[in-house]
């Protein structure tokens, strides 16, 4: 990835970085998950130890609150503004106004579609591809040797969400190679728990057999395993789970056997977030795409992360 200068907009906007103190627009998601519960948190206290004024506002899933929620931080002229965009499309106009109001954007944990990458500085966050790839790799190994059919469900992200087009596509890249995966069915479970469960329960009236649950979340992966044992099922056993994330309640139920396999996505990018503002602001360098360090867990690694997790 090549680096993306930035020339210094500060002071140009008229935000308050002329005397020292950055001001800076965040327009989250929502509060859909317990992954983004914890990278709120992170946002909020590294802003705090960063000495960086910090505007927050919750889009609730909706695209249109985020755009109005950035707009307004360009009526406020804030130093600069970062963002998690819902989904990936639809980005381009409210981009350039930021652009042309000569106020840098950050994006955070979720990609946009936009060609014109000058609309945003850097994009930190995970691989979401990366991460369904391992989750059918997992699979693979599981059920290597093995011949019979495995009829797979799966509970997507939010629609046109980065994170659910690109886990799904890294899971069916993986498992496309042995044709006894199926894939019966995939519907959105929208990262959260309610959904998921609602979603599972349906898949479970219409599936009689389901050999296993790739969830593209925890929470989704959770309020399933609610579904499955209504149904009287064993999750884990029953039916085996594969979920993305690694929080505290996911971990929870994968060191007790009911989730099989975790693939981690680490929420708290607060800190490298104002790192990246501060030198953003100043006009300095930096990568146009900062990747996020992250894991896999199997339930005995759960129990051993477990007591030393922070969210
Ligand atoms: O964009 C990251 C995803 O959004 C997390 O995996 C999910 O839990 C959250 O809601």
């Not at 950035?70 to 998690?84: G, H, L, M």
């Not at 929470?219 to 999750?235: F, H, N, S, T």
Request: aromatic residues 6%.
């Amino acid at each position: 990835m090549g680096a993306c200068g930035g020339e210094n907009e500060a002071g140009s906007n008229g935000g308050n970085a002329d005397d020292g103190k950055i001001t800076m627009g965040f327009a989250q998601v929502g509060a859909e998950s317990g992954w983004r519960t914890a990278n709120t948190k992170s946002i909020q206290e590294a802003a705090q130890a960063a000495g960086i004024e910090l505007k927050f506002s919750d889009a609730q899933q909706k695209q249109e609150n985020q755009i109005k929620a950035i707009r307004s931080y360009i009526a406020q002229k804030v130093d600069i503004i970062a963002f998690s965009p819902v989904v990936e499309s639809g980005w381009d106009t409210v981009l350039k106004e930021a652009k042309d109001a000569k106020i840098p954007v950050i994006l955070t944990d979720r990609a946009v579609d936009s060609k014109d990458t000058s609309l945003y500085k850097t994009f930190i966050g995970s691989d979401f591809v990366l991460e369904g790839k391992k989750a059918g790799e997992w699979l693979v190994k599981e059920y290597q040797g093995k011949t019979d059919t495995v009829n797979i469900v799966e509970l997507q992200g939010t629609t046109g969400s980065a994170p659910a087009n690109d886990r799904k596509s890294g899971f069916a890249d993986v498992i496309k190679a042995d044709p006894k995966f199926k894939v019966i069915a995939s519907q959105t479970g929208d990262f959260t728990r309610a959904k998921g469960k609602e979603v599972m329960e349906a898949f479970l009236k219409a599936n009689p057999k389901i050999d296993v649950l790739y969830a593209h979340n925890d929470d989704m992966g959770l309020g399933a395993i609610e579904a499955i044992e209504a149904a009287g099922k064993k999750p884990g056993v029953d039916i085996k789970i594969i979920t993305v994330d690694a929080v505290k309640d996911g971990m929870t139920a994968l060191a007790a056997g009911k989730i099989n396999f975790i693939v981690e996505c680490s929420p708290l990018l607060g800190p490298q977030l104002m790192d990246l503002a501060k030198k953003v602001v100043k006009g300095e360098t930096v990568e146009q795409r900062v990747l996020t360090e992250e894991t896999t867990f199997t339930p005995e690694q759960a129990k051993a992360a477990l007591p030393n997790r922070k969210y």
